[in-house]
């Protein structure tokens, strides 16, 4: 005869604490879920003939009276109970038991409110399942239990992210570079005027040269030959056949203006470099070896006008840069010459500057200013000293130069586009009217 056990402890045939559990009134065992450390109850009015227990690492039994029976959990695991009753009635039951997870439940509750994570146990490992929002959320999660048991794992189910924030960087490079050169000098050269053939020159300028003296020169100006020749008559030449006397003078001032404008706009996701290079590269030859065994290869270096930048967007919908402009040309006058190479130097000016700003503000990096006067004066000793006259004996040149680099920076958000969206149309390179000659 079936005998109903009354349920003391356990709701929808599970237990999870201490009380009493009914009997099966089949055939079918009964599922029981404890954690460890926990106990139950099992009543069986018809008085207990024995008890067995299949694992009892897991799980064990402890006949209280007559008619009751304490299952008490030891680990994880699992195992089957069976009762027999005197009455001939046999009452089996299967018993999981998992570690108490409330507390670590509870914690992941509490450090994620927002997310469906729980817990699973088995015996000798913890697995978080659920769903995150994104793999950041997963991998915190998975520290957070790790930390409170060994052995935990994820297998968590993790939310495709979505687009990354990108960052539109519109960058204005200007440079101007006005140069202004002021150059004086005169070379005095006699064929024969007062039976003297010779010149006088600061040295600064090329001079004429005589390519024949001739042996004798005759008394007076008239008749004398001696032959020269110009390399470089400079702007002023002037010459006399009757005295024989030649003056070759530089008066000159030159002035110039250029500007070098380039315009990059660079798209990098947030917290991911960008660069950009508008220039070119120069050959620098490289020996390698030693003694007879030298070799000799070519590197190759860049210049030009250079931008890198990492942008960041912040939860404050401010954008956070690290900006490195910097504009570089060739200097052929600085530069050494090594076994028959000529390398020319690189004259730089680079920036390197945090800054934060919001969506479509601009900032302007000034200032780079490089100003240079070379002066040369030449002059002959003694005659230079001449009041009024000294001044056809000296030679002056006087070089200014003045760069100033501007760059302007303007960075912006940039978002993909939707479905179905088609390509912006490029602006016209050089604006409407750029077929047009006038």
Known sequence: MKILIPILALLAGEATGGGTIPRSTSNEPVELTLTVGTGIVIDCPGRIARVAASNPEVADAVTASATEVLFHTKTAGQATMVIWSKAGDRTSYHLTVEPNLEPLRKLLREAFPSEEIDLRASKDSLALVGQASSQAVADRALALI????KGAISNLQVAPPPPESQVLLRVRFAELNRSAVQEFGVNLFSTGALNTIGQVSPGQFPAAGLTAV???????????????????????FAFRRDINLGAIIRDMQTRGLLQILAEPNLVATSGKEASFLAGGEFPVPIAQGTGGGVTVSVQFKEFGIRLSFTPLLTPNHTIRLHVKPEVSSLDNADGVQISGFRIPALSTRRVETDIELDEGQSFVIGGLIDDRVIENLSQVPGLARIPVLGALFKSRSETKSRNELIVMVTPETARPAGAGAGPAMPRPFLGAGAGKIK
């Open 146 to 149: 790790a930390a409170s048991a």
């Open 214 to 236: 001739p042996p004798v020169i005759p008394g007076g100006f008239a008749g004398t030959n001696a032959p020269f020749g110009l390399s470089d008559i400079l702007n002023i």
